[in-house]
């Protein structure tokens, strides 16, 4: 398969997935069935959504939910087929928003302007407040909730990346220190050569000048002796030479150097460096400036390396508990997790009980140590370790989030149906009173007064009595509380034209 159309066929699949609740508003039976054309525009828009999930995930969620809201509270049909056909993909577009955006914060004012703007579209088309309250509440749990899952889905990978690169990071580890391990092998073997040999070496050399000075040796053989004699000796010193060379580290630094030199020397060899050191230095004999000085110094290695011709600043500070050195320079390309040397480094600074980053961040490459005056406990944690750590906490938190939000949107779904059940029932009660004062032959002006402003349900309940012929009923309600007993309970009235023609009390249990 070509891996270049695999996330075709993948949208391609999702698609069809996605479409098929849409293929069922078509085909049922249920009120409020989709026509053909419907059916056509809501494959359209599922479609629109997956193109755009990639490049502009939250544009696909403002898509995904304003199709959404128009099923389900736009058409005057029953919202049931609605809601059902187009609820997979509002999901789906904001789980695949919460798994790529990267800025949380960007993601939420994109939800906030995305429910606004749907909330707007719902009340030009409706100017129905119930409906743009249905379509605030949809908006923010069904896009919302889909992203912090979607979140934690990221933020859950990227800790499985942490790992690997902690586990790579160990693995480098663990070949340099095996390397250390043979490169320390084979300067005890040398040493022992030259122990060995070189001790063999010079009893040979000494037998052998025994001989240059033997009385009974003529001088031709003397002579011959003498050039053996030199021969052995030369190799010895050879092979001092050679474990000498095997035991060669790099050159230390100079008693007495400091970060001033270091960058005056950088300068003469054509490098753009500024210092800015602050406070008293520390003995330049001491392990703490030797310390910091080989900061800088391999600092202004990778530097000229890496980096040729830019701009590289020094700021060293030293203070009488530590010194803290800052170098940094455009970020021309990655060294961070490569090379021997900036991790020798962070081991030198760790042993020193100090504490040690290198890495690039908005295109600066920035190099800062702490070398305290006295070394402390030793830190065993590594930067992949902090890392991995970093990641942890950033999916715990995600997680901790995810369920939070869940929670809140849950409850504060649950306490605005509350309310606005409240508020429906309080704003619709016909007081018994009035309804018994009320009699069938009177006129819409003299039942007005009586009637609150709103109606308790707007469709005939499935319990209704059959109505008088060429009559329209409204219903409202007995009573202030929605989650008694009685909430069940309505009054009737019917009027046939402007005249009341019947009032009946219905229970639709």
Same mark, same amino acid.
């Given at each position: 398969?070509?891996?270049?159309?695999?996330?075709?066929?993948?949208? #391609?699949? *999702?698609?069809?997935?996605?479409?098929?609740?849409?293929?069922?508003?078509?085909?049922?039976?249920?009120?409020?069935?989709?026509?053909?054309?419907?059916?056509?525009?809501? +494959?359209?828009?599922?479609?629109?959504?997956?193109?755009?999930?990639?490049?502009?995930?939250?544009?696909?969620?403002?898509?995904?939910?304003?199709?959404? $809201?128009?099923?389900?509270?736009?058409?005057?049909? $029953?919202?049931?087929?609605?809601?059902?056909? !187009?609820?997979?993909?509002?999901?789906?577009?904001?789980?695949?928003?919460?798994?790529?955006?990267?800025?949380?914060?960007?993601?939420?004012?994109? +939800?906030?302007?995305?429910?606004?703007?749907?909330?707007?579209?719902? +009340?030009?088309?409706?100017?129905?407040?119930?409906? #743009?309250?249905?379509?605030?509440?949809?908006?923010?749990? !069904?896009?919302?909730?889909?992203?912090?899952?979607?979140?934690?889905?990221?933020?859950?990978?990227?800790?499985?990346?942490?790992?690997?690169?902690?586990?790579?990071? *160990?693995?480098?580890?663990? =070949?340099?220190?095996?390397?250390?391990?043979?490169?320390?092998?084979?300067?005890?073997?040398?040493?022992?050569?030259?122990?060995?040999?070189?001790?063999?070496?010079?009893?040979?050399?000494?037998?052998?000048?025994?001989?240059?000075?033997?009385?009974?040796?003529?001088?031709?053989?003397?002579? #011959?002796?003498?050039?053996?004699?030199?021969?052995?000796?030369?190799?010895?010193?050879?092979?001092?030479?050679? #474990?000498?060379?095997?035991?060669?580290?790099?050159?230390?630094?100079?008693?007495?150097?400091?970060?001033?030199?270091?960058?005056?020397?950088?300068?003469?060899?054509?490098?753009?460096?500024?210092?800015? /050191?602050?406070?008293?230095?520390?003995?330049?004999?001491?392990?703490?400036?030797?310390?910091?000085?080989?900061?800088?110094?391999?600092? *202004?290695?990778?530097?000229?390396?890496?980096?040729?011709?830019? /701009?590289?600043?020094?700021?060293? /500070?030293?203070?009488?508990?530590?010194?803290?050195? $800052?170098?940094?320079?455009?970020?021309?390309?990655?060294?961070?997790? /490569?090379?021997?040397?900036?991790?020798?480094?962070?081991?030198?600074? =760790?042993?020193?009980?100090?504490?040690?980053?290198?890495?690039?961040?908005?295109?600066?490459?920035?190099?800062?140590?702490?070398?305290?005056?006295?070394?402390?406990?030793?830190?065993?944690?590594?930067?992949?370790?902090?890392?991995?750590?970093?990641?942890?906490?950033?999916?715990?938190?995600?997680?901790?989030?995810?369920?939070?939000?869940?929670?809140?949107?849950?409850?504060? +779904?649950?306490?605005?149906?509350?309310?606005?059940?409240?508020?429906?029932?309080?704003?619709?009660? *016909?007081?018994?009173?009035?309804?018994?004062?009320?009699?069938?032959?009177?006129?819409?002006?003299?039942?007005?007064?009586?009637?609150?402003?709103?109606?308790?349900?707007?469709?005939?309940?499935?319990?209704?009595?059959?109505?008088?012929?060429?009559?329209?009923?409204?219903?409202?309600?007995?009573?202030?509380?929605? !989650?008694?007993?009685?909430?069940?309970?309505?009054?009737?009235?019917? !009027?046939?034209?402007?005249?009341?023609?019947?009032?009946?009390?219905?229970?639709?249990?």
């Amino acid at each position: 398969m070509n891996p270049t159309r695999s996330p075709l066929i993948r949208d #391609v699949l *999702l698609w069809a997935v996605l479409g098929l609740p849409v293929w069922w508003a078509l085909a049922t039976t249920h009120i409020g069935r989709f026509a053909w054309w419907e059916c056509a525009l809501g +494959l359209v828009a599922i479609g629109g959504v997956l193109a755009l999930r990639r490049s502009r995930p939250m544009w696909a969620v403002l898509l995904a939910l304003t199709t959404w $809201s128009v099923a389900t509270v736009v058409r005057p049909e $029953s919202t049931v087929v609605g809601f059902a056909a !187009f609820l997979p993909v509002a999901v789906a577009a904001g789980y695949s928003a919460g798994v790529r955006v990267d800025r949380p914060r960007d993601a939420l004012v994109s +939800l906030a302007w995305i429910t606004a703007g749907v909330a707007l579209l719902v +009340l030009l088309a409706r100017m129905d407040d119930g409906a #743009v309250l249905v379509s605030v509440i949809g908006t923010a749990f !069904f896009g919302a909730l889909p992203w912090f899952l979607g979140r934690y889905r990221r933020q859950h990978r990227d800790l499985v990346w942490a790992g690997w690169e902690r586990a790579e990071q *160990l693995e480098r580890e663990q =070949r340099i220190i095996a390397e250390q391990a043979r490169l320390r092998e084979r300067t005890r073997i040398a040493g022992d050569m030259h122990d060995l040999l070189g001790h063999e070496l010079s009893l040979v050399a000494l037998r052998i000048g025994g001989l240059e000075v033997a009385p009974d040796l003529d001088e031709r053989h003397r002579e #011959v002796a003498g050039q053996a004699r030199s021969a052995v000796t030369s190799a010895a010193e050879r092979l001092r030479e050679v #474990v000498e060379m095997l035991r060669e580290e790099p050159p230390p630094l100079t008693p007495g150097g400091d970060v001033g030199d270091l960058v005056r020397r950088a300068r003469d060899s054509g490098m753009d460096v500024e210092l800015h /050191e602050s406070g008293e230095p520390a003995d330049p004999t001491s392990l703490r400036q030797r310390a910091v000085c080989r900061v800088v110094q391999e600092a *202004l290695t990778n530097a000229a390396k890496h980096a040729p011709g830019t /701009e590289v600043s020094v700021r060293v /500070e030293h203070t009488a508990a530590d010194t803290r050195v $800052s170098v940094t320079n455009a970020a021309t390309s990655d060294r961070s997790g /490569e090379g021997y040397g900036l991790v020798a480094l962070a081991e030198r600074v =760790r042993l020193s009980g100090g504490e040690f980053r290198a890495g690039a961040q908005d295109g600066v490459f920035a190099l800062t140590a702490r070398i305290p005056q006295e070394a402390g406990p030793i830190a065993p944690r590594s930067e992949s370790a902090d890392r991995l750590a970093q990641a942890r906490r950033r999916v715990r938190s995600s997680r901790t989030t995810a369920i939070a939000v869940t929670a809140a949107c849950v409850g504060g +779904l649950a306490v605005i149906s509350g309310g606005i059940a409240v508020f429906d029932a309080a704003t619709s009660v *016909l007081a018994p009173a009035d309804f018994d004062r009320l009699r069938p032959g009177q006129s819409r002006a003299e039942v007005e007064p009586y009637l609150p402003m709103r109606t308790r349900v707007d469709e005939a309940p499935a319990t209704d009595p059959p109505r008088p012929p060429g009559a329209e009923c409204a219903y409202y309600s007995t009573h202030q509380n929605p !989650f008694d007993e009685r909430r069940l309970e309505l009054f009737r009235l019917c !009027f046939r034209g402007d005249e009341l023609v019947s009032k009946d009390f219905l229970e639709t249990r």
